[in-house]
DNA sequence: TTTCGTTATGTGATATTATTACATTAGTCA
DNA sequence: TGACTAATGTAATAATATCACATAACGAAA
């Protein structure tokens, strides 16, 4: 885990972006929002995006095309695990967890399959507690 | 399930076109395949693709902004489950399964969590046994 | 410290995916 | 018929992502 003071001046101010940021955001959400610190290409976002999913700090919500912080940076309980995201479509919050029954069941598929698997995404859409609250 | 024969001229035409590849298509590759057909702008496509998803004939990978046609059109045995893909990066090749226990626990974890799931989505990128033995 | 190779950055153009807006046509059914 | 709904046609545009190429910053090794 690569710790944030390492990152490049425009890993930090994309990575400092979604971590302030309350929910997922799209790549050009983050260049506006950094127009002010020179930013003027999506390239500048999308590199520097690349590099923190390589670095493991951030997640990309395949389903809605937007990027997160990673919801737990210190703890090591994702490191064997695949994640999952439950995203709510009312306030774009997400929750982070991970399943090793879950996990272990993917694996038991791809094994007994021969397939070599790179990157699982799972993401569960719908209404949050809150939300449905309402 | 709807069958083949009420869908209108464009959603079959949409739907041959999933049925006859042999990997999923992105939306601007089956315009392009449905030119001859008569067909123009993107609309087109993106109109029939969302009934062929609301009758559960096709799916969406939402990893790879693609389409396939449902493996399992005739079973009900996902009817009640969460599918998973198996996508290879390799051939393209898709592999569709559903498993009980994925199901129930994402079920578990939205249900204690007061989370009302709409959709959900688990892909496994990766290399398929074929592509894996070269 | 200079040189070289690598990594990061800047910028414009372009590719890819998806939607909005509006007009028209085709069925359905009271 | 008339009125309603679903389906279609078309142009324009929005949103997401990448390519190509130039420049700068950095680190290791001579």
Same mark, same amino acid.
């Given at each position: 885990?690569?710790?944030? #003071?390492?990152?490049?001046?425009? #890993?930090?101010?994309?990575?400092?972006? *979604?971590?302030?940021?309350? !929910?997922?955001?799209?790549?050009?959400?983050?260049?506006?929002?950094?127009?002010?610190? =020179?930013?003027?290409?999506?390239?500048?976002?999308?590199?520097?995006?690349?590099?923190?999913?390589?670095? =493991?700090?951030?997640?990309? *919500?395949?389903?809605?095309?937007?990027?997160?912080?990673?919801?737990?940076?210190?703890?090591?309980?994702?490191?064997? !695990?695949? /994640?999952?995201?439950?995203?709510?479509?009312?306030? =774009? #919050?997400?929750?982070?967890?991970?399943?090793?029954? /879950?996990? !272990?069941?993917?694996?038991?598929?791809?094994?007994?399959? =021969?397939?070599? #698997?790179?990157?699982?995404? /799972?993401?569960?859409? !719908?209404?949050?507690?809150?939300?449905?609250?309402?």
């Amino acid at each position: 885990m690569t710790p944030t #003071q390492e990152l490049t001046k425009n #890993q930090s101010l994309v990575f400092n972006a *979604l971590s302030r940021a309350d !929910g997922p955001l799209s790549a050009y959400t983050i260049l506006d929002q950094l127009r002010d610190e =020179g930013f003027r290409a999506p390239l500048q976002v999308y590199r520097a995006l690349d590099k923190l999913l390589d670095y =493991g700090m951030i997640h990309r *919500l395949e389903s809605i095309n937007a990027f997160v912080a990673c919801a737990h940076p210190h703890s090591h309980s994702h490191s064997h !695990g695949m /994640i999952a995201f439950a995203i709510c479509e009312k306030c =774009g #919050q997400v929750s982070e967890f991970s399943d090793d029954v /879950i996990t !272990g069941r993917v694996r038991e598929w791809t094994t007994s399959n =021969g397939f070599k #698997q790179s990157k699982t995404t /799972i993401e569960i859409r !719908g209404v949050c507690a809150n939300c449905g609250a309402a």
